[in-house]
């Protein structure tokens, strides 16, 4: 496994992303959003998943993005999409076959299903129609993200299902590439609620359920991100290499 670090995907210092490679070419790729609520973490977040891939033929793409207090609804959603095009771009040139899985945990997860069924985010970007194989959404807020209903003034704990959510947008498109969902049975407070709204309302709309699938983990949100399993594996990394090898 090789690591490059810091790769500047734009002209903020927050817009860094790391590339760990396999020892192999015509690899594809995960790029993955870290999560902390827009507001902590960083992109090593994630490295114990990213390496454990790497190790299994898959390389990962692990994007910074600006942040609060300085950055506002949407920083974080532009700075992910322009990782994704970034990636889409950049990442043959590593040795890898083109495609592209995204996804995110939490935060990160939010910020993936903006990616997915908003399609604003990446429409600048031109990406041809298939140019995400696939999405892993991690424990994402569906509804309006808590911390842009603090940053609008109102009671972070709200369920706000507006333009800010990626809820609202579901049924705008014809299809979706292949989706994972994963929640915990004691996650944040409604987490596990909304995801399975989401879920519903993509049946509610008749899109394809068998290129979509979940799993509900025992636990508190999102434990085993930096967790290893007893054989020493990450177990966020398996998750999503079970994912990317289905598909």
């Given at each position: 496994?090789?690591?490059?670090?810091n790769i500047s995907y734009g002209v903020h210092?927050?817009?860094l992303?790391?590339?760990?490679?396999?020892?192999?070419?015509d690899f594809p790729t995960f790029v993955y959003i870290h999560g902390g609520g827009f507001e902590a973490r960083d992109k090593t977040f994630g490295s114990v998943m990213a390496?454990?891939?790497?190790?299994?033929?898959?390389g990962v793409v692990c994007l910074g993005y600006r942040m609060y207090p300085e950055a506002v609804y949407p920083d974080y959603i532009r700075d992910s999409?322009?990782?994704?095009?970034w990636a889409h771009k950049n990442i043959p040139d590593y040795g890898a076959n083109g495609k592209l899985f995204v996804g995110g945990s939490s935060a990160g997860g939010y910020a993936s299903m903006m990616l997915c069924f908003d399609k604003r985010w990446l429409a600048p970007y031109k990406l041809p129609a298939?140019?995400?194989?696939?999405?892993?959404?991690?424990a994402g807020q569906p509804t309006t993200h808590f911390n842009v209903l603090r940053e609008r003034g109102v009671d972070s704990r709200c369920v706000v299902v507006d333009d800010a959510?990626?809820?609202?947008h579901i049924g705008k498109a014809p299809s979706y590439p292949p989706m994972h969902f994963v929640v915990c049975d004691n996650d944040i407070a409604s987490r596990y609620e909304q995801t399975m709204l989401v879920l519903s309302t993509l049946r509610h709309f008749k899109y394809d359920m068998s290129t979509v699938t979940h799993q509900v983990l025992e636990g508190k949100h999102c434990w085993y991100i930096m967790a290893k399993d007893e054989n020493g594996d990450s177990v966020l990394g398996k998750l999503v290499l079970d994912f990317i090898s289905k598909l």
């Open positions: 496994m090789k690591l490059i670090e210092p927050a817009q992303l790391d590339v760990y490679l396999p020892d192999t070419t390496a454990y891939l790497a190790d299994h033929g898959i999409a322009a990782a994704v095009a298939d140019a995400i194989a696939g999405y892993f959404h991690d959510a990626p809820l609202y």
